[in-house]
C-alpha cells in the first residue's frame, strides 16, 4: 500500500496541527498504521499506532498531547498534534505495521515520504 502524508507545517508553541495520512488505492481496514518522527540530527522514533482492531499504543512523550484517529471509510488515518512544542519539529511518517513490536521502525514498511512539522518557540 502506498501511503501519502500531508498537514505539515509552521507552527508556534503551543499551538496544534493534524496531520493526514491516505493509502493510495486501498484502505487501512486491515493494517495497523503507525507514525514515527524524525528530527534533525536524531533517529526515527516511535510517535503512535492504531490498529486494524482499533487499538492504540503512544509513546509516553506523546500521551495526552497527541490523538490519532482516522475516517470512517479507513482510508485515512490523522494524527491531531496538541501543545506542540520547539522539541516536536521533525519529519512525520506514517507507515503501516507489517511484524513484530509495534515501537520499532524495522517491524514497518510502505513507509510515506514523510511531511514537516516545525515548531517556533
Known amino acids: 500500500v502506498q501511503l501519502q502524508a500531508s498537514g505539515g507545517g509552521l507552527v508556534q508553541a503551543g499551538g496544534f496541527l493534524r496531520l493526514s495520512c491516505a493509502a493510495s488505492?486501498?484502505?487501512?481496514?486491515?493494517?495497523?498504521v503507525g507514525w514515527f518522527r524524525q528530527a534533525p540530527g536524531k533517529e526515527r522514533e516511535f510517535v503512535v499506532v492504531?490498529?486494524?482492531?482499533?487499538?492504540?499504543f503512544y509513546a509516553d512523550s506523546m500521551k495526552g498531547r497527541f490523538t490519532i484517529s482516522r475516517d470512517s471509510a479507513k482510508t485515512t488515518v490523522y494524527l491531531r498534534m496538541n501543545s506542540v512544542t520547539p522539541e516536536d519539529t521533525a519529519v512525520y511518517y506514517c507507515?503501516?505495521?507489517?511484524?513484530?513490536?509495534?515501537?520499532?521502525?524495522?517491524?514497518?514498511?510502505?513507509w510515506g515520504q514523510g511531511t514537516l512539522v516545525t515548531v517556533s518557540s
Open positions: 507507515t503501516v505495521h507489517n511484524r513484530g513490536s509495534y515501537y520499532d521502525t524495522y517491524s514497518y514498511d510502505s
Open positions: 492504531l490498529t486494524w482492531s482499533g487499538n492504540t
Open positions: 488505492g486501498r484502505t487501512f481496514s486491515t493494517y495497523s
